[in-house]
């Protein structure tokens, strides 16, 4: 593939409807800050391109778990990552985008919520089941461009009322309740609404948590998961995939504008337009769903079926990737009864609070197997098991002590109340990461076959990561323009980093 549907397709994939709904929800509650979200990829997505599939192509793996087991050996590690991946997409991605979706049009159209959900799916698994990766990623192409341009023109529509940015600070700090809860600060604009960067205490997105829990979150994300990476790995070569990544950290820049600042909008006006709105949530649905159901698939067949069934054939492994879709269908709509407890605010913080409790011992496991060749299976296996066991703890604490409305005591544990779910995902990462060294340097170590070609410090020197067939001397010329269009990206993210800190 080439890098532009790779762009377009990494932003469509992470662009669904429970993140159009989730940030623009957020951005009416809560103010700026939930961009953060979205910039913070841009420094993920170019170590994707740069570090971690230059070592995804020498190691010559097509899913995640399997690059696992090469690194770590053994088998236990990579079923654990393939069931913990199916498992988050069901409980992160699929049900939160169906919900979110069928939400929109039960409300936009007076449709039955789950006759929504079921003609959503069966457009969306039909072309998914018959037209594989290829037909995934040019369909997300297409509902990119449906979705930039529908929220441009929402967005134009949004400021146009509202009379520009510079009366939004003023019309948003106006945009109080007729009803609030007595001698609190319940449902009133927050002072710092229009500040990226809050208090690492008080604030409901520290800035320290933004900055480093959620780069441990968004590693797992776009340089772990099967549904990003597969993209990716599906580039024409090294400098395709850059660029890939590259167009998809520009693309990830427009949400402040085009999702976020228009819900803060319509906490004051409520704009209309809701035909072009309905054919953007469709196609942030579809692109997204389409995705998943694609990559897990692929998961399944080929981490899990394979091993149950060794001599399973081509025709076998199609059928039981199909079938996949079919259940994980079946386990989301069951799951979204779950989530109508919920409303579209709270929705993206479930999703990104389940995330922070069970990802970052992934990206510690990734993280320490790429760059120090001395961890092994024994240190990784067991930090991934500490880490489910205190991740798993706290999300069963959130789902029997869910937090308590605006105004009421919070008699949750310390651990909840205390302790801001981004913070958590540091300390968590720390301590799997702990767990994976300790482990590592009390057993033996990795054996060569085990490293070569499989860490940063062992790619093969004679065959560079990526390349194929073509003039040596064009690959070197369009790398240099990548890595200057990287250092380009980076100063307009800070820039705009600074300008709303």
Known sequence: MTWWPIGASLFASSEGSGLFIGLAGSGAAGGLAVAGFEWNATYV????????????????????????????????????????????????????????????????????????????????????????????????????????????????????????????????????????????????????????????????????????????????????????????????????????????????????????MPGMVSRALFPGLRGLMIAVMMAALMSSLTSIFNSSSTLFTMDIWRRLRPRAGERELLLVGRLVIIVLIGVSVAWI??????????????????????????????????????????????????????????????????????????????ILGSIHYLHFAIALFALSGAVVVTGSLLTPPPPAAQIQNLTWWTLAKNRPPGAKTGDTQKQAFWARVCGINAILLMCVNIFFYAYFA
């Open 45 to 260: 997505l170019l170590a994707l391109a740069w570090v971690f599939v230059p070592i995804y192509v020498s190691s010559e793996i097509i899913t995640m778990p399997e690059y696992i087991q090469k690194r770590y050996g053994g088998q236990r590690i990579r079923m654990y990552l393939s069931v913990l991946s199916l498992l988050l997409s069901v409980f992160t991605k699929i049900s939160i985008d169906l919900y979110a979706g069928a939400l929109f049009v039960h409300i936009c159209l007076g449709w039955n919520f789950y006759l929504s959900t079921l003609l959503m799916l069966a457009i969306t698994a039909l072309y998914t089941i018959a037209g594989g990766l290829a037909a995934v990623i040019y369909t997300d192409a297409l509902q990119t461009l449906i979705m930039v341009v529908g929220a441009v023109i929402l967005t134009v529509k949004a400021f146009d009322q509202i009379g520009g940015y510079e009366h939004l600070a003023t019309a948003y700090a106006q945009a109080i309740p007729s009803r609030i809860v007595a001698n609190t600060t319940c449902h009133l604009p927050r002072e710092d609404a229009m500040h990226m960067f809050r208090d690492p205490y008080t604030g409901d997105l520290p800035w320290t948590g933004m900055t480093f829990g959620l780069t441990i979150m968004a590693t797992w994300y776009w340089c772990t998961d099967q549904v990003i990476v597969q993209r990716s790995l599906s580039a024409r070569d090294l400098n395709h995939a850059k660029a890939g990544s590259i167009l998809a950290s520009y693309l990830k820049m427009l949400p402040m504008c085009l999702i976020i």
């Open 337 to 414: 009864p779950v989530l109508q407890g919920s409303n579209s605010g709270q929705v993206f913080i479930y999703m990104q609070s389940v995330t922070s409790s069970l990802a970052p011992p992934v990206t510690a496991v990734f993280v320490l197997g790429i760059f120090w060749r001395r961890a092994n299976e024994q240190g990784a296996f067991w930090g991934l098991m500490v880490g489910l066991a205190v991740g798993a703890s706290r999300l069963v604490l959130e789902f029997l002590y869910p937090a308590p409305p605006c105004g009421h005591v919070d008699a949750r544990p310390a």
